[in-house]
């Protein structure tokens, strides 16, 4: 229970990657921590790319960041629906500000890139969306793993288990 009286919000849309959703979800529960699932709209089920559905319980509009220790963004296509919503992109930034762990995992670099918090920053991510990253002023490497100071990011669901570490180490 190392995480016990610790808050997350992993934030959910359409065709999220259900394993980048699951795995931490259970592993930050597993460790004590309480975990809000945030979309655009709040109750609404929605869909992982292999279809297991997440309910939402909250919009970023609800979510006081003070009260949580950091936000999960799993990959898939949902971080490409996730950024047209302003306020999911300004809750990451608010994240960032306030110091907040940031946890992105494949293609959830894009709401990195979105909410403009990468300029100087060492991440990593899917590949195929290094460009972007490097476009928005990210020093991307090639890691299971990749922590600078609260951002966590990782490649491929592949990489969880050590996703995971680092957010559960940067957490406590």
């Given amino acids: 229970m190392e995480l016990k009286g610790k808050r997350f919000v992993i934030l959910v849309d359409t065709q999220f990657n259900d394993h980048e959703y699951w795995y931490p979800y259970f592993r930050l529960r597993e460790a004590g921590a309480e975990i809000t699932a945030v979309a655009a709209k709040a109750g609404q089920t929605y869909s992982g790319k292999y279809g297991t559905p997440v309910k939402s319980d909250k919009t970023p509009v609800d979510i006081n960041v003070k009260d949580f220790a950091g936000i999960v963004i799993p990959g898939g296509y949902a971080p490409d629906h996730m950024r047209r919503d302003q306020g999911m992109v300004e809750l990451v930034r608010a994240f960032d500000q306030q110091g907040k762990i940031i946890a992105a995992i494949c293609h959830a670099g894009w709401m990195l890139v979105s909410a403009g918090v990468l300029k100087g920053r060492k991440v ?26 609260n951002m966590v990011t990782s ?10 570490r680092a957010i559960i180490a940067a957490a406590r």
Avoid at 136 to 149: K, N, Q, R
Avoid at 156 to 164: G, I, K, S, V
Wanted: charged residues 30%.
């Fill in 155 to 164: 490649r491929t669901p592949d990489d969880l288990p050590a996703f995971m």
């Fill in 124 to 149: 990593t991510s899917f590949f195929a969306i290094k460009d972007d990253l490097v476009n928005a002023g990210a020093l991307w490497e090639d890691g299971e793993v990749v922590v600078d100071g």
